[in-house]
């Protein structure tokens, strides 16, 4: 965040404001009030939109400070400079806000502000001294959601004395100054008992940021439920906390029932500060506090994600557990086989066309793939057509291979519809083995392709990539078999120019250049080790692109419209969790 420095306009928020012959800014009533009259100071430019969620999201903020700040007899004003596009939406949002507003009805004053303080995004929140016209700050909307009041007067002063409060509080940190305020000195269960925050000094405290109905967050709390109730188990001094960004009571409510620790109350504005506090972000993230009360790890969550409920006896995760916990994994993937990938009690088993249960003991033995994708995902739409062609070729010649589908898919007939298009394997859509393959294989984004080998060890976390440069060559997906084709690749290009001309490219010749992997500008598809390329211009062609023109890649649209499901981002070819 940028430090604030005053910038001087002169002439005072009069001067800033009145635009043309208006000399008046108006309340939601209606009632016209005088530029000239507005004694308060500093005054806020919140420039926002009712269209705009993150605005909608602010607005709440700033009313429940503007509030707070008029009830303490502070000197404080806000005018609305809407962004809105008809009167109709202006009336309705500007109704929930107690302050002032630019008229809607004056586009060129409105148009004039957002152009003098180069606003580029909203919401937007400037704040200035009422007298002089200086601006105290320009990152109005950080300052109030982070610090509230307490960065009242908005200076730059005010804002680095905060600060520097922050800083020797960290510095001095303890379970108390961390978890309650001058009003809150307890926790709360999902009984509703307040619990005194002092029966957690001289225990191991995590702080668990959570939100109600988002996946990933929610499967991580699962599983540190079961940590939790070990830890307790075998006598450690542990303690979980929940920080709720939840913004409703009700959503926090209903994922707070299902969590057998403690809680900061909804809605508490300590939540928001230990955001700012520990620089959070993503989720899940796990804030582990020591006895002493500092922090210990900004976030043990990628640790527990990784190692399941086998985390516990890493904790409390210090430098000698966590080489005895790396030592057990590696243990544990030198002994992978595909039954311990595969099965699970009963579930011994995947499924071919119609629900045909086939024996996971029929693929011991063979090279498989397994295949996480979903129909809702544009990138794997477009690659499943280039997967079943090479599937198809490798199938003609190596009997012992095979591909399992697993799907991340939310209803039944995306699954079969999906499923229908491959000549391959699965497992059901709803089956508990999913998560755990997920889990041990860190699947981040989907299409993603994991290459077992025939002895049940990982050969490859990225047969995709291996497939889309290589194709059906790339098969057993091996470092061996990939040397091999490299080796090809480079007596293949013992024969070929070292430059040559290419009407995708006229304005420089292509020279022939060692590559690592790279994208091929002529048929879109991936390649590696040699290209033709324009290193100035960052240009590649695949070298059968550039030495036969008319050989075209097949492009495969994968454009059918449809939506990714809450908690996913679909960029370039891959589909991922937000």
């Given at each position: 965040m940028a430090?604030?420095?005053?910038?001087?306009?002169?002439?005072?928020?009069?001067?800033?404001?009145?635009?043309?012959?208006?000399?008046?800014?108006?309340?939601?009533?209606?009632?016209?009030?005088?530029i000239s009259s507005i004694e308060a100071s500093p005054v806020a430019l919140y420039f926002s939109a009712s269209w705009c969620p993150p605005c909608r999201r602010f607005t709440p903020k700033l009313i429940d400070l503007y509030k707070e700040l008029t009830s303490q007899g502070k000197s404080f004003e806000v005018v609305f400079v809407s962004g809105d596009q008809d009167e109709e939406a202006f009336n309705a949002y500007f109704a929930k806000m107690?302050?002032?507003?630019?008229?809607?009805?004056?586009?060129?004053?409105?148009?004039?502000?957002?152009?003098?303080?180069?606003?580029?995004?909203?919401?937007?929140?400037?704040?200035?001294?009422?007298?002089?016209?200086?601006?105290?700050?320009?990152?109005?909307?950080?300052?109030?959601?982070?610090?509230?009041?307490?960065?009242?007067?908005?200076?730059?002063?005010?804002?680095?004395?905060?600060?520097?409060?922050?800083?020797a509080a960290k510095e001095n940190q303890t379970i108390?100054?961390?978890?309650?305020?001058?009003?809150?000195?307890y926790l709360i269960s999902n009984k509703g008992d307040k619990v005194p925050i002092s029966e957690l000094e001289g225990k191991y405290v995590g702080l668990c940021f959570v939100v109600g109905?988002?996946?990933?967050?929610?499967?991580?709390?699962?599983?540190?439920?079961?940590?939790?109730?070990?830890?307790?188990?075998?006598?450690?001094?542990?303690?979980?906390?929940?920080?709720?960004?939840?913004?409703d009571e009700s959503s926090f409510n209903e994922s707070f029932a299902k969590m057998p620790w403690l809680a900061i109350p909804q809605g508490d504005k300590m939540c928001e500060k230990l955001v700012r506090y520990f620089e959070l972000t993503s989720l899940p993230t796990l804030v582990l506090i020591g006895t002493d009360g500092k922090t210990l790890n900004n976030n043990v969550a990628d640790l527990i994600e990784e190692h399941g409920f086998e985390a516990w006896e890493g904790?409390?995760?210090s430098a000698e557990k966590l080489e005895t916990l790396d030592e057990k994994a590696k243990a544990k993937a030198a002994s992978q086989t595909l039954e311990s990938l595969l099965i699970s009690g009963d579930l011994n088993f995947v499924i071919g066309k119609d629900g045909a249960k086939v024996p996971v003991s029929e693929l011991v033995g063979k090279t498989v793939l397994l295949y996480f994708s979903a129909k809702w995902c544009g990138p794997c739409r477009a690659f499943l057509p280039t997967l079943v062609k090479e599937y198809n070729k490798?199938?003609?010649?190596?009997?012992?291979?095979?591909?399992?589908?697993?799907?991340?898919d939310r209803d039944l007939s995306s699954f079969d519809e999906f499923f229908s298009e491959m000549p391959w394997l699965a497992l059901p859509l709803e089956d508990e083995r999913k998560a755990f393959l997920k889990k041990t294989f860190r699947i981040g984004g989907i299409p993603s392709l994991i290459a077992i080998g025939p002895t049940g060890q990982t050969v490859s976390t990225d047969a995709k990539a291996q497939l889309m440069i290589h194709g059906a060559e790339a098969f057993p997906?091996?470092?061996?078999?990939?040397?091999?084709?490299?080796?090809?690749?480079?007596?293949?290009?013992?024969?070929w120019p070292e430059k040559l001309k290419h009407a995708l490219h006229e304005e420089h010749d292509l020279f022939l250049l060692r590559r690592g992997t790279y994208g091929c500008d002529g048929c879109e598809e991936m390649g590696s080790t040699w290209s033709y390329g324009c290193e100035g211009c960052d240009f590649d062609l695949h070298p059968k692109c550039a030495l036969a023109e008319e050989k075209k890649g097949e492009e495969e649209d994968g454009k059918a419209s449809e939506e990714a499901p809450a908690g996913y981002v679909c960029e370039g070819d891959v589909c991922r969790k937000a």
């Open positions: 430090e604030a420095e005053p910038t001087t306009n002169g002439g005072g928020i009069g001067s800033i404001l009145a635009i043309g012959d208006r000399d008046f800014l108006v309340r939601n009533s209606g009632e016209q009030v005088k107690p302050w002032l507003a630019v008229p809607f009805s004056d586009s060129e004053g409105r148009e004039g502000l957002d152009g003098r303080f180069k606003v580029s995004g909203i919401p937007h929140l400037v704040i200035l001294d009422a007298k002089t016209g200086d601006v105290y700050t320009e990152d109005g909307v950080e300052f109030v959601s982070e610090y509230g009041v307490e960065a009242y007067p908005f200076t730059p002063e005010r804002i680095n004395e905060l600060k520097e409060q922050e800083k108390q100054s961390v978890l309650g305020t001058s009003t809150r000195d109905g988002y996946g990933p967050a929610d499967e991580f709390t699962a599983v540190l439920a079961k940590i939790y109730e070990k830890l307790k188990e075998v006598g450690e001094k542990f303690e979980v906390v929940a920080v709720s960004l939840d913004s904790f409390p995760y490798i199938k003609e010649k190596h009997s012992d291979f095979e591909i399992v589908f697993i799907s991340s997906f091996t470092e061996e078999r990939l040397e091999e084709l490299q080796k090809e690749l480079d007596e293949m290009a013992k024969g």
